[in-house]
Structure formats: structure tokens, C-alpha cells
């Protein structure tokens, strides 16, 4: 994963919910990725109905920032919203388009975060560690069970 990345969290309004996807995967993440500075990929998901605590937000997006391009990301995201209110106030299409107030179910959030270290994966910590074999094989012994 990136060092990087930008998090939104939004909700469809529900009669309009194919729609909003449709122009969320097909339209807005191409115009994000492709069009503004810095963002490398993305990513969209749904939450999974069963949880412990239903969530706030039923979809995330995830854009990946591309390596030493933070600030270029935020300045790029920070200009098309400005962008896109001057667009709109003048009666023009603006360069990214946004259909908030129409397909989305209330406010969506939008934050920036950075790592803080590489990723942990499974078995890092018995590599770390250096677990004799038989030690590893009787903890994995012990999981089968």
C-alpha cells in the first residue's frame, strides 16, 4: 500500500444507489485518478452487512498517493473544488464533475493519511523473532486445531 492515500466515506441516496456507483466507479475515480496531481490508483468498497457495529457510511474509496506527491494530491483536490464551485457559479461544466447534491445520501467525508511504518503481515513477528522450526510447528499445529 502507499505511504499515502486519501479516504472518502459516502452513502447513495438509496433509489438513486446503481446509479451513484455506476458514476462513481466509472466516472469520478477516472476523473480523480487521471486527472488530478499526485493520485497514483484507486479503490472503492462496501460495507459488509454483518457487523458487530453497523458503520455511519456504507462505501470507501481509497486513492493511492503517489510516492512524495502528498501536498500535490491535497493542492489538486483543494483546486478542483474550488474549481468546480467558480465552474458551476458561472454556468459552466467544471473540470471534474461532482453530483453530491444529487446521487449522494448526505455529507461524505474526506481525510488524508499517512503511514506510520511499513505493513505488518502474517508471520513478520515469528521472522522477527527467529522461532526455532519445531516452535513454529507447534504453534501452526496448535491453529489447525
Do not use: C
Not at 79 to 97: D, F, N, S, T, V
Amino acid at each position: 500500500m502507499a505511504a499515502n492515500v486519501m479516504v472518502v466515506l459516502s452513502n447513495s441516496k438509496p433509489e438513486l444507489d446503481a446509479e451513484f456507483n455506476d458514476w462513481y466507479t466509472n466516472v469520478h475515480v477516472v476523473d480523480v485518478v487521471d486527472k488530478l496531481d499526485g493520485f497514483e490508483s484507486a479503490q472503492r468498497f462496501e460495507l459488509v452487512p454483518n457487523q458487530i457495529e453497523q458503520g455511519e457510511y456504507r462505501y470507501l474509496a481509497i486513492y493511492e498517493i503517489a510516492e512524495g506527491r502528498l501536498e500535490d494530491a491535497q493542492r489538486a483536490q483543494a483546486y478542483q473544488r474550488k474549481e468546480r464551485a467558480e465552474a458551476l457559479a458561472a454556468g459552466r461544466k467544471p473540470w471534474i464533475e461532482s453530483r453530491a447534491g444529487e446521487l449522494f445520501d448526505g455529507e461524505h467525508r474526506t481525510w488524508f493519511f499517512t503511514s506510520m511504518g511499513k505493513p505488518y503481515h502474517r508471520g513478520d513477528a515469528a521472522q522477527a523473532q527467529e522461532l526455532p522450526d519445531d516452535a513454529v510447528d507447534e504453534v501452526a499445529q496448535g491453529a489447525a486445531k
